[in-house]
């Protein structure tokens, strides 16, 4: 799926986001994965202060 794809699914509210999904999207905005702890994935931007925590259930992403 493409970026523009997978944006407008997780603008709507998806909760069928699938865990690479997530992934993919936080690495087309520039996040790179920081550190792997446990089921939490945190991505960090060179640029920006705030991190991205994302965790894998049953393959999709969890929802916050």
């Given at each position: 799926?493409?970026?523009r794809k997978l944006l407008t699914k997780a603008l709507t509210g998806s909760k069928s986001l699938r865990f690479t999904e997530a992934v993919?999207?936080?690495e087309a905005f520039g996040f790179r994965l920081s550190?792997?702890?446990?089921?939490h994935h945190?991505?960090?931007?060179?640029t920006l202060r705030e991190l991205v925590n994302l965790q894998e259930v049953s393959g999709k992403a969890k929802p916050y």
């Open positions: 799926m493409n970026k993919r999207l936080a550190r792997v702890r446990g089921s945190v991505f960090a931007h060179p």
